[in-house]
Structures are given as structure tokens and as C-alpha cells.
DNA sequence: TCATTAAATTGTT
DNA sequence: AACAATTTAATGA
């Protein structure tokens, strides 16, 4: 019984024995506070991050106290590979926006995977090609997406299945915390969804999001 | 198991 | 930002 039966988590299935092995000593699991940096730019890279369970929000502060969100990691969502790639400072802040359960992936044991997992590069590889259409199609639509789309946009980004494989129909995330993602007020936050839920492609639950038509929410990542 | 209460979240202005 | 309504979770009989 490890963390892994509980959480489900594609590329560690892909491991062989020994491999997983070597994971399951090495990992470190961190249970975290609501509104707490992990990790703040410019640190060193340590390690790669698991999110077991909670929401997590990575952003990029300005001087200027200007707080830009870049994406939201929903549990079965890993990151920092990049940092840990370049052997480099990580460039974001990331932090919590609710009590979480963090998983660490020391960088020897990510280095080691590397060269010993075909399996775990081609993991890698889906896994920043899927960020890259995902940032492109942001940077698409950019100038043109108010509060609506941004909301929608987030939405979509959250219920991407090769990104975050245990976000099936339903997401228990606050319309708050949606809010903080999408630099939108938690009022803004509720009209857009509403709106959504008008055109039946999501259903308000309490708390949480059920997403009845994602294809739809996908088009309107590219329509606004 | 059910009723009461507090806390969290949503809906509206 | 404030307030009302709704849902959930906790408590105790």
C-alpha cells in the first residue's frame, strides 16, 4: 500500500519494480496549509512537485506587487521539470490555495528516472508538449479575453485530461479559488459561470465544477 | 437517526 | 463590499 495505490499516477505505473521501488523510498510527502509558498522564484530547483491532493497556483510576482497566475495544478498535476531540466532557479512562485498533500521527487531520483525510463521520458515529453499548445493557445487569444473567457480558459486548462488524469467529470474547486486563477472577483467569477452553465456545458455544484461538455469548453478557449 | 447550530459557499445588489 | 440564501459538517440527544 503506497501513495501511488491511493493516487492514481500514470508515469509511476509505467515504472518498472525496481524503479518504483526506488521512488517510493526516495519521495516525500509534505501535508500543506492552505495559502503557502512551496516553492518561491529564484530558489534552487530540489526536486519535481506532485500534487496529491488540494490546488495549487503558480504565478509570477512583479515587483511592483502585481501578481500574474499562470495556471492552476489540480491533484495528479506534476511540475517544475523544466527547472529541474535546466538545472536552473525555478522562474514562478508556486503556492497553495487550499490545505494540500505535496509530493517530492528529489532531483537525483528525477535524474536517475531519466536515464534509466523510456517510459518516464516519453512521460516528460507528452506532458511539456501539452503545456506548450496550452500556453500557445493562451497567448492566442490573449489581447481579445475578458473576464468571461479567462474563467472558461481556466476551466478548460483544469480539466485537461493528459495534464491531469484524475479530473474526470467534477473538480471540487470554490468559485474563490477559481477567482484567484482567473484574476477575476469571486462575483465575476459566479456571473461567468452561470453563464456556462446556461449553455449546459458546466453545472454549479456546491463547491465544486462538473463539466457536462468539455469539448464545448474547449471551443470556447479558442472562440473568445 | 434526527434536529440544531456553526461554518463555508453561493447568489445578488 | 455587504448581505441574504443555501449547503455542508459537526454536535448531541
Known amino acids: 500500500m503506497s501513495i501511488f495505490t491511493q493516487y492514481q499516477t500514470p508515469w509511476f505505473n509505467e515504472l518498472s519494480p525496481d524503479l518504483q521501488e526506488k521512488v517510493l523510498h526516495d519521495i516525500i510527502v509534505l501535508d ?4 503557502t509558498m512551496i516553492e518561491k522564484k529564484g530558489d534552487k530547483a530540489n526536486g519535481w512537485i506532485g500534487v496529491l491532493e488540494g490546488l495549487v497556483k503558480v504565478s509570477v510576482g512583479t515587483p511592483d506587487g502585481k501578481i500574474t497566475s499562470l ?9 517544475g521539470e523544466g527547472s529541474l531540466l535546466k538545472k536552473e ?9 487550499r490545505r494540500s498533500l505535496i509530493a517530492k521527487l528529489p532531483m537525483s531520483t528525477f535524474g536517475y528516472l531519466l536515464d534509466q525510463s523510456i517510459s518516464f521520458n516519453r512521460f516528460l515529453l507528452n506532458q511539456l508538449n501539452e503545456r506548450v499548445s496550452q500556453f500557445i493557445g493562451r497567448t492566442e487569444n490573449n489581447h481579445l479575453q475578458d473576464a468571461d473567457g479567462r474563467v472558461a480558459c481556466c476551466l478548460a486548462e483544469l480539466f485537461n485530461p493528459l495534464l491531469y488524469p484524475n479530473n474526470h467529470d467534477v473538480l471540487p474547486i470554490t468559485q474563490i479559488e477559481l477567482g484567484y486563477l482567473a484574476r477575476v472577483s469571486r462575483q465575476r467569477t459566479n456571473v461567468a ?3 456556462l452553465e446556461q449553455k449546459q ?11 457536462l461538455n468539455l469539448n464545448a469548453l474547449k471551443e470556447l478557449q479558442h472562440s473568445y
Do not use: C, M, Q, S
Open 193 to 195: 459561470l452561470k453563464r
Open 89 to 97: 532557479a525555478l522562474r514562478y512562485d508556486v503556492f497553495t490555495l
Open 201 to 211: 456545458i458546466i453545472k454549479i455544484e456546491y463547491g465544486a465544477i462538473r463539466v
Open 71 to 79: 495556471t492552476g495544478i489540480p491533484p495528479g498535476g506534476w511540475l
Open 32 to 35: 500543506i496549509p492552505a495559502n
